[in-house]
């Protein structure tokens, strides 16, 4: 246990805060399961995905290219063509 503990805190270092939906009836049954493993809910569901999934490998992040120093040369704005000119409004009586 206190290896397993030890583990986690060595390769598990960043964490990220993740909402999700839950049946409720689940949510109490793993409450009270963690109870018995006296761990927190959190703990207890990170346990559960570890053993899940802890043995797929995740893939590797491919390296991005570093970029080019030169600018992009902005394209030529195309020119406007003239507006046709307003009807005058004719006032009514």
Excluded: H, W
Excluded at 7 to 31: E, G, H, I, V
Excluded at 76 to 90: G, I, S, V, Y
């Amino acid at each position: 246990m206190l290896f397993e503990n030890l583990r986690r805190a060595l390769f598990m270092s960043k964490t990220k805060y993740t909402a999700f939906r839950c049946p409720l009836d689940l949510l109490a049954k793993a409450q009270i399961k963690a109870k018995e493993d006296r761990r927190s809910l959190s703990n207890y569901l990170v346990l559960l995905i570890e053993k899940d999934a802890g043995d797929v490998t995740l893939p590797a992040k491919a390296e991005k290219a570093p970029k080019a120093a030169a600018p992009k040369a902005k394209a030529p704005k195309a020119a406007k063509a003239p507006k046709a000119p307003k009807a005058k409004k004719t006032a009514k009586r």
